[in-house]
């Protein structure tokens, strides 16, 4: 993809302002981590790779502010970084306004399958069920006292993805 068109690309699907500075907050509430770190989990959970030139600022003004500081690293020249307690309140706030966030990813998640997918409507406003039920659900699924109601819902969704694979294997074959 040539430059301008990368460019293009990029802004006409960015990543909802605010963002960043949420995904950094909530990484970090579970484990220190380093820069190059804290992108690896964003682009495994997302598929998108924040570049140094987004990370390394924001973690030098998270911890200018005091939201997070250097801590010791076994590996040498690695600064990993944790959230002290002004970044744990943070990071509550930013929970306040999570809902946000979810909408900006729901506008953007429901632009690309309706016109970049060309995803028939019925078949649109089924998948749109789905997912919004999983999320809706999904905070709940969390503990040891529901992990049989949360392997459940992985067996519901495992199930359904196997069925429709099958359904585009036997698509495919049509096709041959």
């Not at 992108?39 to 998108?48: A, K, L, Q, S, Y």
């Not at 946000?100 to 078949?123: G, Q």
Request: proline share 4%; glycine share 6%; net charge positive.
């Amino acid at each position: 993809m040539r430059g301008h068109q990368r460019t293009w690309t990029r802004r006409l699907v960015g990543i909802p302002k605010g963002f960043l500075p949420y995904a950094v907050l909530r990484i970090l509430s579970r484990s220190p981590m380093s820069g190059s770190e804290i992108m690896d989990v964003v682009e495994e959970r997302t598929g998108w790779r924040p570049s140094p030139g987004s990370i390394y600022p924001l973690l030098a003004r998270f911890r200018e502010k005091g939201v997070i500081e250097e801590v010791e690293s076994e590996e040498a020249g690695l600064k990993r970084f944790a959230l002290t307690e002004k970044g744990k309140e943070l990071l509550k706030e930013y929970e306040k306004r999570r809902e946000v966030f979810r909408r900006k990813f729901y506008s953007i998640r429901r632009m690309w399958l309706k016109i970049y997918r060309e995803m028939d409507d019925e078949l649109y406003q089924a998948h749109l069920r789905l997912f919004e039920a999983l999320e809706k659900i999904a905070p709940s699924l969390r503990g040891e006292e529901v992990k049989d109601e949360a392997a459940r819902v992985r067996s519901i969704l495992l199930k359904a993805a196997e069925e429709i694979e099958e359904v585009r294997s036997r698509l495919e074959k049509k096709r041959e």
